[in-house]
């Protein structure tokens, strides 16, 4: 008795002919150079930022003075002139339980003398 071979594709076995024979992707290329990690990427960020920071403000500046009121927005927005002072915290008040306001009804009506007897 002869054995056939049975292909498999994604784990599971196939059909004859229903599985084509596939070739491996091409690599990608290495990494540009100067291409911070991923893991590393904010701290880039934030360095390129930093580099370019006094043209960035010059050029805000400028179109600040040209009337764009949106460089103006962005300007204020990055100086923190336009930032709100922090609001106090409103502490709501909750209403009274109802052993509360039956203590003072109780109360009341001991006031007014109009407590039953039993």
Excluded: W
């Excluded at 150079?33 to 390129?48: D, I, L, Y």
């Excluded at 400028?62 to 609001?87: I, M």
């Amino acid at each position: 008795m002869v054995k056939k071979e049975r292909k498999r594709d994604n784990g599971r076995y196939a059909r004859e002919g229903s599985v084509e024979e596939k070739t491996k992707p091409e690599q990608a290329g290495p990494a540009a150079v100067g291409a911070p990690r991923a893991k590393n990427c904010r701290a880039f960020a934030r360095k390129r930022m930093a580099e370019e920071m006094p043209g960035i403000v010059s050029a805000l500046i400028e179109g600040t003075k040209g009337g764009s009121v949106p460089h103006a927005k962005v300007l204020l927005e990055l100086t923190g002139v336009t930032k709100d002072p922090p609001k106090p915290k409103v502490v709501k008040r909750r209403g009274k339980t109802l052993a509360g306001r039956l203590l003072e009804e109780i109360a009341e009506m001991k006031k007014q003398g109009l407590e039953d007897r039993d």
